[in-house]
């Protein structure tokens, strides 16, 4: 089964992720060739920009200016794709090389999400692979945990913290007492959240990774504008406080259910008991659970971001090529992915954490207390809160167990109260 | 790349896990199939007893008396072998499989570790699929996370609680603060504990999976014989509750080291801190940590024992043969692995605890003391009590990092010493 050859690569893209692939292929070699059963050779490498100074030294690769050449080089094996963005460039590319029938590996998560199918669909005619470990949980090989590992399971959910920005951001919160905007501010200078952070903090980026799980785990069709997403724009310090007081920490999850009911899936800062795994995971690690009928929970915990992490995950994937490992992308063939409708989230059951921020003068209470009685909406604990705050009362209310569409009927009959002085937060709990 | 023609098995051993793998395959076949591409079918069963209930209706099978037979047997595909011990009845069949070309899947760590690189190098002459996933931590995809995951790093480090059944047992002394013996004789009375546990609960068993990990990791030769092995027969009581004071819990790890310094492999009760994950697997759990040098820390954790997680490693080893996705079963040719030297474990530094029973009289004190002086060791903490013990006074010990071999001097200084009421224990701390 050795084939002694090199396995020839282009990289396309050389920001953190390219030259971290680059350096590991040169640091491990030897190690990787043992494991290939052949060495794994850069001949070509392009971006957009030559002149930039990247920290490795590229002299040794030839430079490629127009990347839509190298679909039809006989002298390329693969073509690595680490540019990004869903459409554009990337996908021009990634459409070029699988109808070529060139294997492609990429750490593309959006354009994974967005048309993950239809490249997995032109793969398979081609009878090629397409491999994007490095698109979900960076290092973590959950890609391969669900596709092959767990494949002998009917998985009934998915779920994880899929976003190292947002999960460093909630720890230092939660650890330091600061506000959200403070903490963003302190990440962005650290380099740990982008200037524009919106994909990360707003969610889309999680959604993006659950969509790809979820269509792996359940062998479902890929569905990423099912997916509702919140972010963590609007978790304050006091949630952190009060859920930590209640014995829970705050991590923004991203959640796939598979059932009778439907598809399920959000992604969207929740209430994790302090027993669960997922409160255990800080800083920018990454996490996913998978129960299976037969496994029972599956745990995977790594780095999920970072040049060196998801540059382990693409070269896996390069070792599974070179090896001729590898199979359907969506582990079964396109046309065998199920398509399922979108579940009602509003049918399901669940706790959940309400907070107010409310004048503070009298029959207040009395107002939330009411609006919950009239929505059917059982109440476990309540805490309210005034000192220490620049205007109004805080209010936080964990629920019974109940359906999600009295939670909505409660914010419905308390909008427009001029008592409320912002509006309110809700989080599911995890349990 | 699909093959309609069903996939056709063997399975030889009918005990709880051959009953769940005809479980998983009888209640998951249509995803299987999807997910394999073809249908996995069960065509014969061979045990030793026929008449034996089940709990699983086997009419449907062709019973095998003859297991001898099945490598020749052209309508058998694949031959998965659940009858364990290291050789034996099990290792003729996988030798007969493996040499007429027949793949084969099996659960069997004993065998694996004993004779795992003898059998892949008939494997690799015959072009055959040798798998084991099943092996090691049970439903957990470690195999697998290694030998292909993690395949781009240079792994430095795997380390893991590799036995339920001791994990079991300690957290369960630690929960109820009970002793030993009276926790084992309540988990052999559960089931959770064999009627002969010496193989669990004296590290055979960890020990097995840890060598099979260690090979995988480093792309070294298989070595069990070169594991150092300590079981949990001595932990009291006392160790778990002078542990927890300290800010530990106390695990049966198994860990490999690979570097200069050779091989290290050893599995024992070691000191775990709070704020590690090894310290929160709890009960019947196992878990996996392997430290590569681009993919940082990856944690895998999961059920590692039982019926459902053990058919789930074995159908997913099979999903693989359906798929024609599999290759070397060391992940790389048997040649390729390196023979690495055993390192010397007095080198290692680290810190340890260690528990003397001792005489409560004048001079005992000094007497330890003196000897951990003459043999360089320095106590970073003491603890001395005499208060509800039978006999004689405990006395539990934190080292600050040292070499180990300073440990086993002191041991040495002494030995013979009547003020000494028992053999002291010793384990090391996991820093």
């Not at 998915?158 to 007492?177: F, P, Q, R, S, W």
């Not at 724009?233 to 259910?257: N, P, W």
Request: aromatic share 4%.
């Amino acid at each position: 089964m050795t084939d002694q050859r090199p396995l020839r690569l282009a990289i396309v893209g050389l920001g953190t992720v390219g030259g971290g692939v680059i350096r590991l292929l040169e640091t491990n070699s030897a190690l990787i060739a043992r494991r290939a059963g052949r060495p794994i050779e850069v001949v070509a490498i392009s971006a957009r920009d030559r002149s930039k100074d990247r920290g490795v030294d590229l002299s040794s690769y030839e430079w490629v200016d127009d990347m839509t050449t190298l679909a039809a080089r006989e002298d390329i094996d693969v073509v690595i794709e680490l540019i990004g963005g869903s459409d554009g460039p990337a996908l021009t590319l990634a459409r070029q090389c699988l109808a070529a029938g060139k294997p492609f590996v990429t750490a593309n998560k959006a354009m994974i999400a967005h048309h993950g199918l239809s490249l997995a669909t032109i793969a398979e005619k081609a009878g090629v692979a397409l491999k994007y470990e490095a698109a979900v949980a960076g290092g973590i090989p959950v890609i391969k945990g669900l596709r092959e590992g767990a494949a002998a399971n009917e998985i009934s959910r998915v779920y994880g913290i899929l976003n190292g920005t947002c999960n460093y951001i909630l720890t230092t919160m939660e650890k330091d007492g600061r506000g959200f905007d403070e903490v963003l501010k302190e990440a962005q200078d650290l380099g740990y959240a982008e200037a524009d952070p919106s994909f990360d903090i707003d969610g889309v980026d999680a959604a993006h990774k659950l969509s790809i799980l979820a269509s792996l785990a359940f062998g479902t069709e890929l569905d990423f504008a099912g997916v509702n997403i919140t972010g963590i724009r609007h978790v304050i310090a006091a949630d952190i406080a009060e859920a930590a007081a209640l014995g829970f920490r705050i991590r923004l999850v991203g959640m796939a259910e598979n059932g009778p009911a439907g598809l399920f899936q959000r992604v969207h800062p929740m209430l994790v008991p302090m027993d669960h795994p997922l409160a255990h995971v800080d800083g920018s690690l990454n996490a996913v659970v998978a129960d299976g009928n037969f496994v029972g929970r599956l745990f995977f915990q790594g780095r999920g971001a970072g040049d060196g992490p998801t540059a382990s995950a693409v070269v896996a994937d390069l070792i599974d090529v070179a090896r001729d490992e590898y199979g359907d992308p969506f582990a079964m063939p396109v046309a065998s992915l199920l398509a399922q409708h979108k579940a009602d989230a509003g049918k399901r059951t669940g706790r959940a954490y309400l907070r107010f921020e409310v004048q503070d003068r009298p029959g207040v209470l009395a107002e939330i207390a009411a609006a919950t009685r009239d929505a059917g909406v059982s109440i476990e604990s309540m805490i309210q809160r005034g000192a220490n705050r620049k205007d109004g009362v805080l209010m936080a209310i964990v629920t019974h167990e109940g359906q999600e569409y009295r939670i909505a009927d409660t914010l419905a009959r308390l909008a427009g109260s001029d008592s409320l002085l912002d509006a309110p937060m809700v989080m599911h709990i995890l349990d």
